[in-house]
């Protein structure tokens, strides 16, 4: 299937097959330098996911050009749960699905926490090996649908393998972009043809990115310094341990379960949730 499958439509299918991680020592020199399947059904106070949309102005920092992107009204998404890896769950959107800036004239793209700041090096990559090849798709609604939105998360992930970004920046896209395929099977409709090969598509999409992620962020802890992507120490040897309980890692996850559990300065919110995950360790140990 592959982390870039589908890129064609934007004309970079040559980017398909690209490598996502580099080796740690080539990675560190690099650093030196409309919507289908989805639920529109309205609650009872009639919001929709439009009301918690606009269009945000953008300057490209690789072409120059302005565009308008659609993106989330700030504080108006309500939170409604937490995941064991901790994706967040709001009610009445999904705003993963306006997570990626993408510029329209030249397929630059990043997550919005990565937008700015390109060095002269990584522009140049990025005319050369994107924009040299990209083609615009119009969008097909309003909003975005999960499926344009994965092709976005695609494009972004593109952009940071050809930049040649930190592990940590190319594992944030992909949990991301595997939290999203989750929502996406979450949403589909049990009841429309196809239902069957569109849920176990998405799940074993959402499994290849997140095992991706999985190995960007060990990567990154062990080569990076604190915090990455916004995330302390504590927080990222939680989210590492949360997705080795997933991927059948039990012995990696035990150790940082039992080092978190010994640290003072674990919250006790994060506690509950390492004792939560230690107690799915020993359940998946034990057969249960």
């Known amino acids: 299937m592959g982390l870039l499958s589908g890129l064609g439509g934007f004309g970079l299918d040559g980017l398909e097959g690209m490598k996502l991680y580099e080796d740690p020592s080539k990675e560190s020199n690099a650093a030196k330098e409309g919507t289908s399947g989805e639920n529109g059904t309205p609650e009872a106070n009639k919001v929709s996911e439009a009301d918690f949309i606009f269009e945000k102005s953008y300057t490209c920092p690789a072409c120059d050009k302005e565009f308008k992107n659609l993106s989330v009204k700030a504080n108006r998404a ?157 927080t990222v040897d939680y989210l590492i341990a949360a997705l080795s309980v997933r991927f059948g890692k039990y012995d990696q996850a035990s150790k940082l379960v039992g080092s978190l559990l010994t640290n003072r300065n674990l919250s006790a919110r994060m506690k509950d949730k390492t004792l939560q995950l230690k107690e799915a360790i020993v359940n998946a140990k034990s057969g249960k």
């Open 78 to 234: 309500r939170l409604k749960e937490i995941d064991t890896d901790l994706r967040p769950v709001y009610e009445q959107i999904e705003p993963l699905k306006y997570d990626v800036v993408m510029c329209p004239h030249c397929g630059c793209a990043a997550i919005g926490r990565y937008w700015n700041g390109l060095t002269d090096n990584q522009r140049k990559l990025i005319k050369a090996n994107i924009s040299a090849k990209f083609t615009p798709k119009q969008r097909k609604g309003e909003l975005y649908s999960y499926d344009e939105a994965l092709e976005r998360y695609q494009v972004a992930l593109a952009n940071a393998m050809v930049k040649r970004v930190k592990a940590s920046e190319k594992a944030y896209i992909c949990l991301r972009a595997g939290w999203l395929l989750r929502s996406k099977a979450e949403s589909l409709d049990s009841s429309v043809a196809g239902y069957a090969d569109e849920l176990k598509k998405a799940k074993d999409m959402e499994d290849e990115f997140l095992q991706n992620a999985l190995e960007g962020f060990i990567t990154a802890r062990e080569s990076e310094l604190f915090p990455i992507c916004g995330m302390d120490e504590m």
